[in-house]
């Protein structure tokens, strides 16, 4: 039976002019261009002669456009006669990222690419005040969401995650950075958490969820991402569309039809044959990967490094993998919350039994007692940050055991890549290890958004750098988890009720001393600051918008209601 249509249409891609932040120009009458930050997208250069131009993310050391940077860091020569070509640059087209996996640009708009500096060579007497970088993005509105607080490095790292989430929409599907513009489950899912705290916007993550059910990706992992994207869409629209929709295939996606008795799934196990995968709508047409389901759990492995072991932390790669089973775990509870939505409740139940056992194996054959962790699979003694951040982040270690498995996963630091730091970060909150989580956010490491910064970029990376991922690209959204994590964990806003109409707020500031978020929801603008001084009260101000109603939650356990459109505020009695 064919999917169902999409439920859901994107808006139409837009054209934002932007002007140069600064120029000069060489002795030799070249001149050289800074737009403030990478676009995707082209130049448009008056005049009439031949000119040649320099387009590219990166400078060298002497300030010039990198014509030879590392990895997939972008740079493009463009020559072109203004006179028969027009003003507008004419990017040529990329065979990696226009080939059959991936996201066209649209012929209305044609290639881009991503730049931040320019070099115009042909040109002496340009008229710099008519340069401007044709920056192409899904439609934004940059004042949807705001957030700052005390703490310079945290707002600077909300910035660059803020402006990388509009910025890698060019293609109008969440795409997996310039060098595949391939929509994945695992970008898109960081992706959709971050667009939803930095815009009132719901209809891109969607269209790209129901995109990828229609055309899955490898990952065995990520089959169950698609479940996590269906949940968040109905938690923060409240339009069961969607759900109704594709309820089959969503299904199919929680991998349930390969689990053995005791509840765990294996990629390995014979039924996960080509048949099976037709069912999880791999080997379409778009197809390029030349395998099946194969387990991610981090990416990338040692083999995309020189000499490097990847962002796996060692990870042993079992057939029962313990970051696959806690996925599956995390989805068919999901699952379970959608039936029951749907109003099925034989499926509910169903799907709650499966949670239940899988979670008391989980807890059972892959937990090491004598150390207190859990390792990476059936036979493994092994433990990698993965198998217990994942095992937290999902909600599936018990009280009993959460003080051992935090202390080892703080012990790990950042021991995974810029996608796991998502399950990382927000593993940590849940265990109310918030100055933990703060100190990686605004770490000056290597490993850590500041880096990113430091290094002159303005857009997320694909790794922590260059060393990390050879082939990496410097403009990839699934870098980007502090858009979502410092809303949704630092703030503590998350919706309790579909359609944002119960929200909850349960900031966890550590030592942070004050903070304020504007954060959109269908509903409007729900504001959230806080400020905390030594020997005060913790006091908190909250403005909800009309038909919302908020369960606050203060750092000291205190529970409040703020019901009603308008400002309420509280404090801690201590």
């Known amino acids: 039976m064919p999917d ?13 002019l932007v002007a140069p932040s600064s120029a000069h120009q060489y002795d030799d009458g070249a001149w050289f261009l ?8 082209t130049l448009i250069v008056p005049g009439n002669g031949r000119v040649t131009v320099h387009l590219g993310e990166t400078l060298t050391s002497e300030g010039r456009v990198d014509r030879a940077p590392p990895g997939k860091i972008r740079y493009r020569r463009i020559e072109q006669d203004l006179a028969t070509a027009g003003s507008r640059l004419i990017i040529p087209p990329d065979e990696r990222n226009t080939g059959p996996a991936a996201i066209l640009m649209p012929p209305e708009i044609g290639e881009v690419l991503p730049f931040r500096y320019a070099e115009i060579e042909g040109v002496p007497d340009l008229d710099i005040q008519a340069v401007r970088q044709v920056f192409v993005h899904y439609p934004f509105d940059d004042n949807a969401a705001h957030f700052e607080s005390s703490d310079d490095a945290l707002n600077a790292v909300w910035e660059l995650c803020k402006y990388t989430i509009k910025a890698t929409t060019f293609c109008g599907v969440y795409v997996d950075g310039d060098r595949e513009r391939i929509a994945y489950e ?12 930095v815009d009132q916007e719901y209809a891109l993550a969607r269209y790209t969820h129901e995109y990828l059910l229609r055309f899955s990706t490898w990952p065995t992992d990520w089959q169950l991402v698609s479940v996590m994207m269906a949940w968040e869409d109905y938690c923060y629209t409240g339009d069961a569309q969607s759900l109704e929709a594709f309820y089959d295939v969503l299904k199919a996606k929680t991998l349930i039809g390969l689990a053995r008795e005791d509840g765990l799934i294996s990629s390995d196990d014979p039924r996960c044959d080509a048949a099976f995968e037709r069912t999880l709508n791999l080997w379409h047409e778009r197809y ?19 000499g490097g072991t990847g ?6 790669m079992l057939p029962i993998n313990t970051v696959v089973n806690a996925y599956h775990a995390y989805a068919v509870g999901l699952m379970g919350n959608i039936a029951r939505a749907l109003g099925k409740t034989e499926d ?12 008391a194996t989980l807890n059972q054959l892959l937990w090491d007692n004598d150390r207190g962790v859990y390792v990476d699979g059936e036979g493994s003694t092994h433990a990698s940050l993965h198998s217990n951040a994942f095992m937290l982040a999902f909600d599936l270690v018990p009280p009993e055991r959460l003080a051992s498995v935090v202390m080892f ?15 990382l970060l927000e593993g940590l909150y849940k265990a109310g290890e918030a100055d933990a989580a703060l100190s990686l956010m605004t770490t000056t490491d290597e490993r850590g958004w500041m880096n990113m910064i430091a290094s002159g970029s303005t857009m997320t990376w694909e790794a922590w750098d260059w060393k990390y991922k050879n082939n990496l690209d410097w403009n990839h959204a699934w870098g980007a988890a502090p858009a979502n994590i410092i809303p949704r964990c630092l703030m503590g806003v998350q919706p309790l009720e579909p359609g944002c109409h119960r929200m909850g707020i349960r900031p966890q500031p550590g030592s942070l001393e004050r903070a304020a978020m504007r954060h959109p929801t269908p509903l409007g603008s729900l504001c959230v600051s806080f400020e905390q001084r030594s020997g005060e009260p913790f006091r908190l101000l909250v403005e909800v918008p009309q038909g919302m109603t908020a369960l606050v939650t203060l750092p000291t356990g205190e529970e409040f209601t703020a019901k009603g459109a308008g400002s309420h505020q509280f404090q801690s009695a201590v």
């Open 34 to 41: 800074d737009f403030g930050r990478s676009a995707f997208g």
């Open 311 to 316: 962002e796996r932390d060692n990870h042993e």
């Open 409 to 423: 996963v703080k012990s790990r630091g950042m021991a995974c890549s810029v996608y796991g730091a998502q399950f």
């Open 288 to 306: 390029i990967f030349g395998h099946g389901l194969r387990d991610l759990v981090d990416w990338p492995p040692g083999s995309f490094t020189t």
């Open 4 to 16: 169902p249509v999409f439920t859901i249409k994107p808006k139409t891609l837009v054209e934002t």
């Open 348 to 359: 509910a139940v169903h799907f709650e039994e499966q949670r239940q056992r899988v979670l």
């Open 186 to 197: 695992g970008d898109a899912y960081v992706n959709q958490l971050g667009h939803y705290c």
